[in-house]
């Protein structure tokens, strides 16, 4: 079982770089789901298959810094799951939907995990709340090598469509994008009926010594020696073709079906 180490510090409430809002959270510092691509590797202070750290006062630090801004709406979801397996033990993100609620705040909040619908009683309460899943791969089987401990895909559009039948609103990531791998299209199909808004983005690596790369690189040799060297080269490259081809291809899809879908290769 992963340890939950509390730590003191300031550093709950930081600005967020997504337009649209002014700050995030994240209640936990590390994520038990260990996706190897994620950018939080790269930055990792503890080794999240044994240690997730949180904070030790985080709703009286919270409720300090958040006294002296307008009631807005805040992100969660950036650095960490909001939802990985410790929130259903410590109930941390709960606790600040309660405070944010209480205050007059909303909330957006990107997670994996179907843990959130425990929360709908909060979230039905906050005025313009929404709630977004991200998928990256069509079967279980390529899921499983590159996000260890994450919920299923069904369970997370599941999950999305009971928070949209509740009147929240939803979007889906499509995201990161594995060339050759991620068939955007199947994902926009499955994605669309439970979606407000389809969001596509692409796998970025910023440097082959990063820690999310090395883990990458690693299992394509073990799983896809195949297509290894192209990926490398196409990730690698934000002008390389692929990237734009797929982009004129998504754009032609959103304009015939009328989506909500941003394009963000």
Request: with cysteine; net charge negative; proline share 5%.
């Amino acid at each position: 079982m992963v340890e939950v180490k509390k730590i003191s510090g300031e550093g709950v409430l930081h600005k967020c770089s997504l337009e649209g809002f002014n700050f995030q959270v994240d209640p936990y510092i590390g994520c038990e789901h260990l996706c190897s691509y994620c950018y939080g590797l790269n930055q990792a202070i503890s080794d999240w298959e044994k240690q997730i750290l949180s904070y030790g006062d985080i709703i009286g630090e919270l409720s300090g810094k958040l006294a002296v801004f307008p009631p807005q709406t805040i992100y969660m979801g950036m650095n960490c799951d909001p939802y990985q397996p410790a929130e259903k033990h410590f109930q941390m993100t709960r606790d600040i939907l309660i405070l944010l609620g209480g205050s007059g705040f909303s909330v957006s909040i990107l997670t994996k995990s179907p843990l959130i619908l425990r929360d709908l009683d909060v979230l039905s309460r906050m005025e313009g709340a929404s709630v977004g899943t991200s998928i990256a791969f069509s079967t279980e089987e390529t899921r499983k090598k590159f996000e260890k401990n994450s919920p299923p895909i069904t369970e997370r559009l599941e999950m999305l469509a009971s928070m949209k039948k509740a009147g929240i609103k939803t979007y889906t990531l499509i995201c990161p994008v594995f060339p050759f791998i991620t068939d955007t299209l199947q994902l926009i199909e499955k994605a669309a009926p439970c979606s407000d808004t389809i969001w596509v983005y692409p796998l970025q690596i910023q440097g082959e010594e990063t820690s999310n790369w090395q883990n990458i690189n690693q299992i394509l040799e073990n799983h896809f020696p195949g297509i290894r060297a192209e990926f490398e080269e196409i990730v690698l490259s934000r002008g390389h073709p692929y990237w734009q081809i797929l982009k004129e291809e998504l754009t032609e899809i959103r304009d015939k079906r009328n989506l909500d879908l941003q394009i963000k290769l």
